[in-house]
């Protein structure tokens, strides 16, 4: 097993190697004008990304075990259902619940197959567009939301909020941001726009 940074930061004696190699050979390879060095990260980089990695491993498991404890969802399945919660009239086409739960659309589908079959969704023909499905929230569905909503927000707030200053959760923001830009560059997703949102003044 390899140790932390082996495949991310250079190591002295590859950097020493690298110098050694340059000198006994001057002349330029025929490569070397379309393959440039790789950009090996700095031990600040990579003390960083290791520990962005360990969050993005840690955190949907911390997030799926207390909803499926208490809820017997996923996070991805109550994520769906509270996107539809916040929509007009409960009810969005699939391809724009898609964007807004940041999946692919066989994904989303398989996902509203799911909570159909609890109650929780139905799918009906678009009135605007009969080519398009919508996804409607039931009743069912609304009063899932309701109950999951407090214990879901508790233990965003108890890993991640709380966890954090005033000042951190406004940076994270516009980190996560700046991700996202590159992540999903076409802003497919609604992430980003949600983002950029000009969001009211804490009461």
């Known amino acids: 097993m ?5 495949n991310y930061a250079r190591s002295g ?3 020493r190697t690298s110098r050694r190699e340059h000198r006994m050979n001057d002349t330029p390879g025929p ?7 790789p950009r090996w990260l700095t031990p600040h980089e990579l003390r960083t990304w290791v520990r962005l990695a360990a969050v993005v491993e840690l955190l949907p498991g911390v997030l799926d075990t207390q909803l499926q404890r208490d809820a017997e969802l996923t996070h991805f399945e109550y994520f769906t259902l509270a996107m539809l919660s916040e929509a007009p009239e409960r009810t ?9 739960t940041n ?9 509203v197959s799911r909570l159909e079959a609890r109650g929780f969704v139905r799918r009906e023909p678009c009135a605007q567009d009969r080519r398009a499905t919508n996804a409607v929230l039931t009743d069912a569905g609304w009063e899932k939301v309701v109950a999951t909503a407090p214990g879901h927000v508790a233990t965003v707030r108890q890993h991640v909020v709380d ?4 000042e ?11 991700l996202l830009t590159r992540l999903d560059p076409d802003g497919r997703m609604a992430a980003l726009a949600y983002a950029n949102e000009e969001l009211p003044d804490a009461p």
């Open 168 to 178: 951190q959760v406004e940076q994270l923001g516009e980190i996560t941001a700046a």
């Open 92 to 100: 969005l086409r699939m391809t724009a619940l898609a964007s807004r």
């Open 31 to 37: 490569d070397d004008a379309t393959d440039p060095a």
């Open 163 to 166: 966890a954090l200053t005033p």
């Open 2 to 6: 390899s140790t932390p940074g082996t």
């Open 103 to 111: 999946a692919t659309l066989p994904r989303l589908s398989h996902v």
């Open 13 to 15: 004696t590859a950097r």
